[in-house]
């Protein structure tokens, strides 16, 4: 049986009990053992192969694509849908002492992420806005929360609201706002091909979308940062 095969079983009995899913912007890594993910590679790059071949492109003689499906399966696993496959970044929550009770905002937090529609590139930078509870977590902690969430295919909508929702869990804070305005490949790329297409989403979280006056207070930092 093939590995993919093996994880997906494994989803479906846990399914049952716990709701789980494999859809393409789920995190999974609590399904795979050791060297299971090699294992993966494996797979991924003997059906990339097929697809190449597919495509009437000469994967025997052309030096060009001979590693080419390995290549794109490692990407996949290891890199671009990494998101996927690993375990959240340990994050390590702290007091805050100093009781700070103000607004603070980190950004722009660069974006690379994946359109999960024609798995094309989406761009940008995200902006986080937090006001703390009693716990504070490191800067950089959220640039690998967003890393890791970005790394996915995905909708930009759904890719703000879990990186709200798990900045929200990681800090336990009064609020979090997101906002993220990234460029979307499937339009420059292809279809329209428009010279350039952003798209901008927010999330608020807590005292951000229940005080019109602390939004505006972000949304005012965000724009002379």
């Known amino acids: 049986m093939k590995i993919s ?13 716990k709701g789980c899913t494999y859809k393409a912007n789920d995190n999974i890594a609590e399904f795979f053992g050791p060297g299971e993910l090699s294992l993966l590679i494996e797979e991924v790059a003997e059906k990339m192969n097929e697809v190449l071949k597919a495509l009437i492109i000469d994967v025997d003689n052309d030096h060009n694509t001979k590693e080419t499906a390995k290549r794109i399966a490692k990407m996949y696993v290891n890199e671009i849908f990494k998101g996927r496959y690993i375990a959240p970044p340990e994050v390590t929550s702290f007091p805050n002492v100093t009781s700070y009770d103000q607004i603070y905002v980190t950004g722009p937090i660069t974006v690379r992420s994946t359109c999960a529609h024609h798995f094309q590139n989406i761009t940008g930078k995200c902006y986080i806005g937090v006001y703390p509870g009693t716990k504070v977590i490191g800067l950089s902690k959220f640039n690998r929360i967003v890393d890791w969430i970005a790394s996915r ?31 979307h490949a499937c339009c420059t790329q292809r279809g329209v091909k428009e010279h350039e297409s952003n798209m901008t989403t927010s999330v608020m979280l807590g005292c951000f979308r229940d005080e019109f006056s602390m939004k505006q207070e972000f949304l005012s930092i965000v724009d002379k940062m």
């Open 153 to 183: 295919p995905q909708i930009q909508e759904e890719m703000t609201m879990h990186i709200a929702e798990e900045i929200k869990t990681k800090t336990e804070a009064s609020g979090v706002a997101v906002l993220m305005q990234c460029s």
């Open 5 to 17: 095969e093996i994880i997906k079983d494994r989803i479906k009995k846990e399914d049952f009990f």
